[in-house]
């Protein structure tokens, strides 16, 4: 089992920035990719970001490609999402999720965590 604890999550005006932090803890096998997603209202969920330990091998979702960074810490329990020149079309329910792969399918993650909302009012 892996606990995800999300946090960071707020309402910014259009072209502000917001960090996403969330915290691992429980077994470690399965926090091997870390990665966000998001859901917007009345979409579908999404991967936005996704990283392996130490930050190795990187995927980002193509809207958010040079806005948004991925990194995690040394101890490779915490992963954060960095995002600037945020924009309305990136209000979404944020979630962080864990897997012993990354990959961009909402099937494939193993653990979630209970979301943080991110608002961008234009």
């Known amino acids: 089992q892996v606990q995800l604890v999300e946090s960071g999550g707020g309402s910014v005006e259009a072209g502000g920035s917001l960090r996403l932090s969330c915290t691992a803890s429980?077994?470690?096998?399965?926090?091997?990719?870390m990665a966000w997603f998001r859901q917007p209202p009345g979409k579908e969920r999404e991967a936005v970001a996704s990283a392996y330990r130490r930050g190795s091998s990187t995927y980002y979702l193509e809207s958010v490609k040079g806005r948004f960074t991925i990194s995690r810490d040394g101890d490779d329990v915490t992963v954060y999402l960095q995002m600037s020149s945020l924009q309305p079309e990136d209000t979404a329910m944020y979630y962080c999720a864990s897997a012993g792969w990354c990959s961009p399918n909402v099937a494939d993650a193993r653990f979630w965590g209970q979301g943080t909302q991110v608002t961008v009012s234009s």
């Open positions: 429980g077994d470690t096998d399965y926090s091997n990719c």
